[in-house]
């Protein structure tokens, strides 16, 4: 019964492995169709040029920006639910007549769609609007939830200054009737919890009631047209000089720039030099001596089998100097060997990266093993 589990765990690995190959070979070849695309557009000069680039106003994330991402959302995902919030999504375009009602002037920086289906559609400016419409459809009258999701602005972006077309917004709500400033509370807990543990540096924390702010635009005589508009050139104030800030309500209305903790969090980390990790690989399977690829195959299936994240490299004799340098360069902090003496002895040598210290664990034990020492890292 265990030569059977082990050929189907084998036969499971090679059939991964040719589907990752194949994947492989199809985004070879696209990229191979838009560099020969690029190719045929700019060799004459009259041509359009081709250029690859992502849209204005967005931009790619690579595997050390969405760790720093992955980071920042474990924090807050973490702290929302530590206070018992529950999460939704909605769809990242909704009818165009829900959107456009509640922004007034902003609406001009929402993106439309084509018609589609007969339904005129839109970008999702923000996640306010989606959750009021999710309450209304459902007939929800309380809720605490947190929604993190992209939105879109067709805004002039300032990539510099952490402000783009497309943005991740993470939103917190305690919908329902309860007793004056205790939900307000809360809130104003969570974002302390949440920049304290992103260890962002000192912050201050304002606080905006708009009852106050409409109440001193009725007694300065601003109609209530006016009111939404100038509420926007008034957030500028600690930002820009009052001369400013006057020449933008009386002339051409604007926005204030806008910076949602990632690039914070990438120029911080930018800055100390600090080592980010890509993966959460936990070990990886390595051999001591050639023709132990099909060894290796069956150790890792092992581990995927438990749970546990595992690497190997994708050569048949790979040099355990090599696989002890992959090791380092990416921050695995295992590496189980395998060689034929302890294939003998029915052990595993268990490599710990940071102090190369060595030990022998009975295959049976390995993974409790691996799970006690990552527990440490």
Not at 3 to 28: F, G, P
Not at 41 to 48: F, N, P, Q, S, W
């Amino acid at each position: 019964m265990a030569e059977e589990a082990a050929v189907r765990a084998q036969a499971e690995t090679v059939r991964r492995l040719k589907q990752d190959k194949a994947d492989a070979d199809e985004i070879a070849k696209e990229v191979a169709k838009l560099l020969e695309m690029k190719a045929q557009l700019g060799t004459d000069e009259g041509k359009h040029k081709f250029v690859l680039k992502t849209p204005k106003g967005t931009r790619d994330f690579g595997p050390k920006e969405m760790a720093i991402r992955e980071r920042a959302f474990k924090a807050i995902i973490s702290c929302f639910k530590r206070h018992g919030a529950e999460v939704i999504d909605t769809p990242v375009f909704e009818l165009k007549e829900t959107l456009t009602g509640k922004y007034g002037e902003d609406s001009k920086l929402i993106y439309d769609l084509k018609d589609q289906g007969g339904e005129l559609l839109s970008l999702r400016y923000d996640l306010t609007v989606p959750f009021a419409r999710y309450l209304a459809m459902n007939k929800i009258t309380n809720i605490k939830r947190y929604h993190i999701a992209k939105v879109y602005r067709r805004d002039n972006p300032a990539m510099t200054r952490g402000r783009y077309r497309e943005f991740y917004q993470c939103d917190f709500d305690i919908a329902g009737q309860f007793d004056p400033m205790i939900p307000d509370a809360e809130c104003l807990k969570i974002v302390h919890e949440i920049l304290s543990d992103l260890q962002l540096g000192d912050f201050v924390i304002k606080v905006n009631d708009r009852r106050i702010l409409d109440g001193m635009f009725a007694v300065c005589g601003v109609p209530d047209s006016k009111f939404r508009t100038i509420c926007s050139s008034v957030d500028k104030l600690d930002k820009v000089l009052w001369e400013e800030v006057r020449s933008e309500m009386v002339a051409e209305k604007g926005l204030s720039p806008e910076a949602r903790i990632f690039s914070i969090l990438e120029q911080r980390l930018e800055a100390s030099e600090e080592k980010i990790r890509t993966t959460e690989t936990q070990v990886l399977v390595a051999s001591a001596q050639k023709k132990l690829l099909e060894e290796r195959l069956r150790l890792i299936s092992e581990l995927w089998d438990a749970g546990i994240k595992a690497e190997m490299l994708y050569k048949k004799n790979p040099k355990l100097l090599n696989q002890l340098q992959y090791c380092e360069e990416t921050g695995i902090p295992l590496v189980a060997i395998v060689g034929e003496q302890e294939l003998k002895d029915g052990v595993v040598k268990l490599r710990i990266v940071a102090t190369r210290e060595e030990v022998n664990v009975r295959r049976e034990s390995l993974v409790e093993e691996i799970r006690i020492r990552t527990s440490q890292c």
